[in-house]
């Protein structure tokens, strides 16, 4: 009865067949040889099922503690590439049992599970019974606890996805609460506060106009336990229980707020299950004018129905269910599992230097989840900075700060801020000292010599205790740099020259100097291109995450070398520092640790009476 099944329209080579033949004919054998005889599919049988094109297949008897019921075993047209699937011939209603689609199809792995396709019959094997366990589970237990863990899937299945998607920026955690929502044409956006909207939103849509910012009241009723499809609020009836349940008065979060004739109200249902914080949504048409056959004002004199239950009677439409997606901070920045977000969505970080090297270090602390920035550089894009800068051709003659402020603004409106400064940090000191010295941590990424200088004189006077994280590259960006200066060891000048060579190069170029001058005068520049550069600029990036977490004790030097081949294209050496360093093995590219001493002639810590 085993047979190997050919799609009619191809045409077949000789011998052994094409790769989803073959896999369908060592699934015929293995099971032949086990023991389990099956029906074989139809090709209508087979063209049932939407999602997923099958080429063969084979229905199976299989006797359950409760009753027989009938499996089928589907081959895809990508088989053994893919894992085969089960359906379930004769399933319950949907969502009666979790894991079973709609035209009975059974999910039985997560999507990162890998197929070994040099073994398609075992895997076949493995999947019958899976299907097997899992039904008798669902049998026995029930199938409660997963659609719990995972409500939100089986909610989307029953999702108007016409009515676009809600995003929501609101605190993910109890109690229930009054929240606000703002309505455009792709989505809405939830937030605890109007000022929470407004924030977000025009970070997101810098031009969008006051008249397009129209805020409303909606509702967050936080649950204790996920729902299952039975309880899912897809009924007025439905939605007043589970707030109920939830000891949450629905109407009392509406305060009274009749809104407007064939308008709709929002309420999202938060809850916490074993895989995570998760929102679920409705919208519900309102009608001021009648509920059911009666007028709204029934029983009351014109004006006098009670504001209670006049919010009760305009809600009385039609229940629309509705995705939301977590746009929070939290969920954005490594789903809910990077226990670094806490301490990092809290810092406040200045980038003094939006360069080539400031503008991606902003650019990597933002996507790491910092949640506040002060960027300060006094220059407007230029097109020779076009090549190496996160900034593009659209930005030429505008101010780096400002325009890396608007990108990331952009491409993280929830974070808590974000803020600009077209000047020096001389000039940003001189309005106000404070700024700086509110800063968990700045960043110096100017590469100028004396305004570095100044700034270490600036630091060691007056706010010591704040970390100062400078980098910079060498010649050809064959090594980047990275050091904070902390209260004990040395202040960043005692690891230059008076002239503001550093005593530590890992490269040197014995044929000389490698700056290039542009053509205008005083216009130096060191030619390096940017992948080179985004390993510097990652090793910076990198010391700045771990100093906010953790800021070492004493002042402290990471080093980045790269790929050996490069300095010698450029006609560089490692140095004997460097060398020493690295036990002479610098082949290829790595990241080493030191301190940073004191210097006994430093002109800034020689001064100091302990020195
Ligand atoms: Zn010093």
């Not at 009274?256 to 916490?272: C, K, P, R, S």
């Not at 010698?568 to 640790?593: F, H, P, Y």
């Amino acid at each position: 009865m085993w047979q190997s099944i050919r799609p009619a329209a191809a045409v077949m080579p000789e011998g052994d067949g094409f790769p989803p033949d073959q896999a369908v004919r060592r699934i015929a054998e293995r099971f032949a040889a086990a023991g389990i005889s099956g029906r074989k599919l139809e090709w209508h049988e087979l063209a049932r099922y939407r999602g997923e094109k099958f080429i063969a297949g084979w229905e199976f008897r299989i006797q359950f503690s409760d009753r027989t019921r009938r499996l089928r075993l589907l081959i895809p047209e990508n088989a053994p590439w893919v894992f085969s699937r089960i359906a379930l011939d004769d399933a319950p209603p949907f969502l009666t049992w979790p894991h079973v689609e709609k035209d009975g199809l059974l999910c039985l792995r997560p999507n990162s599970w890998t197929v070994d396709p040099s073994l398609p019959e075992e895997a076949a094997l493995d999947e019958l019974g899976r299907a097997t366990e899992l039904i008798e589970r669902l049998i026995t237990n029930g199938g409660d606890a997963d659609f719990r863990n995972e409500f939100r899937s089986y909610w989307d299945h029953i999702c108007d996805h016409k009515a676009g998607p809600i995003f929501s920026v609101a605190v993910p955690g109890p109690p229930s609460r009054q929240v606000h929502v703002w309505r455009g044409q792709q989505f809405s956006l939830i937030a605890d506060s109007p000022q929470g909207i407004d924030q977000w939103l025009r970070a997101r849509f810098p031009d969008i106009t006051q008249k397009q910012m129209v805020i409303e009241r909606a509702g967050l009723i936080w649950l204790n336990n996920p729902p299952v499809p039975a309880e899912f609020p897809d009924s007025i009836a439905k939605l007043k229980e589970l707030a109920a349940q939830n000891k949450t008065d629905l109407f009392q979060m509406l305060d009274g707020h009749q809104g407007t004739d064939g308008g709709e109200f929002l309420v999202i249902f938060g809850a916490e299950s074993t895989s995570g914080i998760g929102f679920i949504g409705v919208s519900i048409s309102r009608n001021t004018s009648k509920f059911g056959n009666q007028s709204i004002e029934k029983g009351f004199r014109k004006g006098k129905v009670p504001k209670a239950l006049m919010a009760n009677r305009t809600l009385n439409g039609r229940v629309v269910p509705r995705t939301v997606d977590r746009a929070d901070a939290a969920w954005v920045h490594g789903r809910d599992q990077d226990s670094r977000q806490m301490v990092l969505q809290k810092a406040h970080v200045a980038v003094l230097g939006c360069g080539s090297v400031g503008g991606q270090v902003a650019e990597l602390l933002a996507s790491a989840g910092v949640g506040s920035l002060l960027l300060v550089d006094p220059e407007r894009l230029t097109w020779s900075n076009v090549g190496r800068h996160v900034l593009g051709a659209e930005f030429v003659e505008l101010s780096k700060a400002e325009s890396i402020a608007r990108q990331l603004g952009k491409r993280f409106p929830h974070i808590r801020q974000i803020e600009a400064r077209r000047e020096s940090w001389q000039g940003v000191v001189r309005a106000s000292a404070g700024t700086l010295a509110h800063c968990n941590l700045i960043v110096s990424t100017m590469g100028d010599w004396s305004s570095e200088c100044q700034l270490n004189t600036w630091h060691s006077e007056e706010i010591p205790d704040v970390p100062i994280l400078y980098g910079w590259t060498e010649a050809y960006c064959c090594a980047g740099h990275a050091v904070v200066i902390r209260p004990e060891g040395g202040c960043f000048q005692c690891g230059f020259s008076r002239n503001g060579r550093v005593l530590f190069p890992v490269a040197r170029w014995p044929e000389g100097a490698t700056i290039r001058r542009e053509p205008a005068c005083g216009a130096d520049f060191q030619p390096y291109g940017p992948i080179e550069l985004a390993h510097v600029c990652a090793t910076i990036a990198e010391f700045a995450l771990d100093c906010l977490l953790e800021a070492p004790e004493r002042s402290t030097h990471r080093v980045w070398s790269g790929a050996e081949r490069l300095l010698i294209a450029t006609g560089g050496q490692w140095t004997e520092q460097w060398a020493e360093l690295t036990g002479g093995s610098v082949l290829g590219s790595r990241q080493l640790q030191r301190n940073w001493e004191t210097a006994s002639d430093c002109p800034i810590c020689g001064k100091k009476p302990d020195a």
